[in-house]
């Protein structure tokens, strides 16, 4: 698995045989498997722009983290949260403005 920021807009989650499982796209969108955006098509480089805290995960324009304790949010830095996921286990697509780690 590969979690990487594709350009300012896409951050892809992909899988070494190709498959992505998501795309979340900094207009709130989200994606499926659109293999040109696998973040496996070109080497991975050195790591630029990825901070781990105790919240959240950043990877240069996108966080996935904690937005309290029952809620994770997938959001672009822009403002656009693209994914919530909650504790009861459901989930919300974006886009949407609230919900978002930045």
Sequence with gaps: ?????????????SHTDGNVA???RSDGTVHGNVQTFSGYNEALGEPT??????TYL????WR???YD???LSVSHRLGQTA???RTTGTIHRGPRTDFNTW
């Design 49 to 54: 722009c990825a901070y781990l805290t105790d």
């Design 1 to 13: 698995w590969r979690i990487k920021q594709m350009d300012q807009t896409h951050l892809s989650i």
């Design 58 to 61: 950043q990877i240069g324009d």
């Design 64 to 66: 996935v983290g904690a």
């Design 22 to 24: 998501r795309i979340y």
């Design 83 to 85: 994914m919530i996921y």
């Design 69 to 71: 304790a029952s809620h």
